[in-house]
């Protein structure tokens, strides 16, 4: 059985950073392109960043391009998201999205965790 679990979650302020890991377990982690997702209150989940089997190929929402950066360790079948110059607009609820595809996985792949909160204060 797949699980993802994520954490690294809190309250920063505004300007600040934070790292969110996700912990696979249950298949071969190179199997997987690994992204992450965000829902704030009120909002639809929103895509934020993805990555490659390898990791040598990130892709990024318009909205943390330049402040977010997704990695991989593939030794630790854990996949990260380092958070810089957050802003208040990026407090929501962060999940981990696994697929085989990279391709489908910037729509939402087929497992997901159970989700971080993030809060930035102003």
């Known amino acids: 059985q797949v699980q993802l679990v994520e954490s690294g979650g809190g309250l920063v302020q505004a300007g600040g950073s934070l790292t969110l890991s996700c912990a696979v377990s249950?298949?071969?982690?190179?199997?997987?392109?690994m992204a992450w997702f965000r829902q704030a209150p009120g909002n639809e989940r929103e895509f934020v960043a993805a990555?490659?089997?390898?990791?040598?190929?990130?892709y990024y929402a318009d909205s943390v391009l330049g402040r977010f950066t997704i990695s991989r360790d593939n030794a630790k079948n854990t996949v990260y998201l380092q958070m810089d110059s957050l802003r208040p607009e990026d407090t929501a609820d962060y999940y981990c999205?696994?697929?085989?595809?990279?391709?489908?996985?910037?729509?939402?792949?087929?497992?997901w965790g159970e989700g971080t909160q993030v809060i930035v204060s102003s």
């Open positions: 249950g298949r071969t982690f190179t199997d997987f392109a």
């Open positions: 990555i490659n089997w390898t990791g040598d190929k990130a």
């Open positions: 999205n696994a697929d085989l595809s990279y391709g489908m996985i910037v729509t939402g792949g087929f497992y």
